[in-house]
């Protein structure tokens, strides 16, 4: 089942990704959809204006969604380990859509171009490029198709606000306990409590680990067997990351 949006983007949403949960139903999110959530202002319904990083953000989550799903993984040559993790060329292993329109949309254009590193593809879909033959990578209005989709989830709602010179259409929290299941997830995996200070200290500490080569005991440890060129696509996204001054 998929519906369409205001901008008549079809957005997927599977029947099967319907958990009960009790006496409601929660559609599963991309991992791009939680990262928005994270970001957004609850009732003002956007994205703070001071932040671009979010751009490059969402872009990895795609790379690390594909890679999870076992769609990409590094190329596998002995001679990669010679060069940075963001150097380093991924390569396309299964071509099977997902039924996520940007996860799709950044699939085909791997399929169809030359094999690239984690950055260029990073920057290339954001846009950052002086190559006139290389701007049809770029993955536009992903913020506000991810809201959009959010909306048809009944995770988000659309409104109108002002701003001075003209009017932009706003996505406010409808469904707060969706956004505060993640909150709470991610408060749980770095703290167990809300200390703001510390979560960002633990958040530093946890990108230095999953981001530099070569990896620690402890890291290869948490990688599965006979996932290593897949694992390695999200801690090269991580290591992209670890270069931005504020992710959220």
């Known amino acids: 089942m998929a519906s369409t949006s205001e901008s008549g983007v079809r957005i997927a949403v599977d029947p099967n990704d319907i958990l009960d949960d009790e006496d409601k139903k929660q559609p599963i999110l991309t991992l791009m959809e939680e990262v928005l959530l994270l970001g ?3 009732k003002q319904g956007y994205l703070s204006f001071w932040n671009d990083n979010i751009f490059y953000t969402l872009r990895g989550c795609i790379l690390m ?5 076992g769609r990409i993984a590094m190329t596998k040559d002995s001679n ?13 292993l299964e071509d099977k859509l997902t039924g996520e329109v940007f996860l799709d949309e950044a699939l085909k254009l791997m399929k169809n171009s030359e094999p690239m590193s984690v950055g260029n593809w990073i920057d290339l879909m954001s846009g950052e490029t002086w190559n006139v033959m290389k701007i049809g990578y770029q993955l536009k209005q992903v913020r506000e198709c991810l809201a959009k989709g959010l909306v048809d989830k009944g995770i988000l709602r659309t409104e109108k606000r002002n701003f001075l010179l003209f009017d932009m259409a706003t996505h406010p929290v409808s469904d707060s306990s969706t956004k505060e299941e993640i909150v709470n997830r991610a408060i749980h995996l770095l703290l167990n409590h809300e200390l703001r200070e510390k979560a960002y200290t633990k958040v530093d500490e946890l990108l230095s ?10 890291v290869k440890a948490d990688i599965p067997e006979g996932k290593e060129l897949q694992v390695e696509v999200v801690f090269t996204v991580l290591n992209v990351f670890t270069k931005m001054d504020s992710i959220l």
């Open 40 to 42: 957004l202002k609850d």
């Open 65 to 69: 969604e594909l890679a999870l799903r």
């Open 80 to 92: 990669r380990r010679k060069c940075p993790l963001s150097d380093r060329i991924i390569e396309v």
């Open 209 to 218: 680990e999953y981001s530099t080569h070569p990896f620690s005991k402890k």
